[in-house]
């Protein structure tokens, strides 16, 4: 299998994890009762972490659309496209780059704001609130999974940008164009 079609498989695959983690912490809800009277919901939107988990990955899904779309365009009308432009394979590998951080980024936060919901801290009086609410915890945890499943498949996409910018240049001297 070319770089082409790996790269644009890998895109689906992370573009399928970044939904599913989107919708996964997005529309996870729970309602209890506290102190059998009072109804108390948790949503993502108790957590920053979690609401900004939900946005960034729901960008870094359109992203990943608009580049399969970019790739698409390039092999069937334009051929090395990238070759000819230099400009847009740095910028295509710039904003891989970006969208693999923030999407690590924002799984790990949302990572350790849902850890402190799992484990509490005594010393500024945080309850355990996943003895609470177990099934929104569990689905907060899938999504996480998926986060960071995306999150490595972006990291190998990543290198495939890297090496399609890379191969453009001169082994013999740093960063000088090879000749045609």
């Known amino acids: 299998?070319?770089?082409c079609k790996m790269e644009a498989v890998?895109?689906?695959l992370s573009t399928v994890f970044l939904v599913l983690t989107a919708f996964l912490v997005g529309l996870d809800t729970e309602t209890k009762l506290i102190f059998h009277a009072f109804p108390?919901?948790?949503?993502f939107?108790?957590?920053n972490a979690l609401y900004v988990l939900v946005w960034i990955a729901s960008a870094a899904a359109v992203y990943n659309l608009i580049q399969l779309f970019r790739s698409?365009?390039?092999t069937g009308f334009m051929k090395d496209l990238t070759a000819s432009y230099r400009c847009l394979a740095w910028g295509i590998y710039l904003l891989d780059q970006a969208a693999t951080y923030l999407i690590f980024a924002a799984n790990t936060a949302a990572a350790q704001g849902s850890i402190l919901a799992?484990?509490?801290?005594k010393s500024f009086q945080w309850m355990k609130l996943c003895n609470?609410?177990?099934r929104f915890c569990h689905q907060i945890g899938g999504a996480l999974l998926c986060g960071y499943i995306a999150a490595i498949l972006m990291i190998i996409t990543s290198s495939i940008s890297a090496y399609a910018l890379f191969r453009l240049y001169s082994p013999k001297q740093f960063l000088l164009l090879k000749g045609k």
């Open 1 to 3: 299998m070319d770089s």
């Open 10 to 12: 890998l895109r689906i």
């Open 40 to 43: 108390r919901k948790a949503t």
């Open 45 to 47: 939107k108790d957590l």
């Open 72 to 74: 698409y365009i390039q």
């Open 118 to 121: 799992v484990t509490g801290e």
């Open 132 to 134: 609470t609410y177990t």
